[in-house]
T-cell receptor, first 110, second 116 residues
């Protein structure tokens, strides 16, 4: 069965610093991978998705993620953190259903 | 941009009471889903629904739960007799096609259920 593992339940970065949120997948077939964001008191919003067209995927709000088959990873990055990026981020994989990781709470330090 | 709407945004109920959470999926979507997120835990799949029947359900979705599409627009989740552990955020989602093949699910903002 396909699954994702998010390393680090909490990540804190300074405003303007690089954001790196880690996600590793487990799949016997090429996976479809997603990053969702959940802002406080809001629902799940799609940030970006990987569907095998290109290994570097650009999403909304300056985020991007790179699919690395050799590392079975799909880490989410943003070059410069903004206060508004504070949220919970979920990596997810498609099999018969969308399966989420445990989430990483991103805190931005002023 | 089309969106999935959920009502109520927050409901407080007594243990043992019935609760109905409502969702209006995007109008041209054919597949509907409920997920839940217990506070501090990950988002978990509950059930998927297509062509007026359940296509898949998780082990969480026991006999206390049911889903229905009573008309052409609403998709409801009913919890027959709520338990304390049903307290969670419930997310409705819809998609144009089946989730296989990376069709994106669009999620609603969620309904927070608190069982006292």
């Amino acid at each position: 069965a396909q699954s994702v593992t998010q390393l680090g339940s909490h990540v804190s970065v300074s405003e303007g610093a690089l954001v790196l949120l880690r996600c590793n997948y487990s799949s016997s077939v090429p996976p479809y991978l997603f990053w969702y964001v959940q802002y406080p008191n809001q629902g799940l919003q799609l940030l970006l998705k990987y569907t095998s067209a290109a290994t570097l995927v650009k999403g909304i709000n300056g985020f991007e993620a790179e699919f690395k088959k050799s590392e079975t990873s799909f880490h989410l990055t943003k070059p410069s953190a903004h206060m508004s990026d504070a949220a919970e981020y979920f990596c997810a994989v498609i099999n018969e259903k969308l399966t989420f990781g445990t989430g990483t709470r991103l805190t931005i330090i002023p | 941009e089309p969106e999935v709407t959920q009502t109520p945004s927050h409901q407080v109920t007594q243990m043992g009471q019935e609760v109905i959470l409502r969702c209006v999926p995007i109008s041209n979507h054919l597949y509907f889903y409920w997920y839940r997120q217990i506070l501090g835990q990950k988002v978990e799949f509950l059930v998927s629904f297509y062509n007026n029947e359940i296509s898949e359900k998780s082990e969480i979705f026991d006999d206390q739960f049911s889903v229905e599409r009573p008309d052409g627009s609403n998709f409801t989740l009913k919890i027959r007799s709520t338990k304390l552990e049903d307290s969670a955020m419930y997310f409705c989602a819809s998609s144009v096609r089946h989730v296989n093949g990376a069709n994106v699910l669009t999620f609603g903002a969620g309904s927070r259920l608190t069982v006292l």
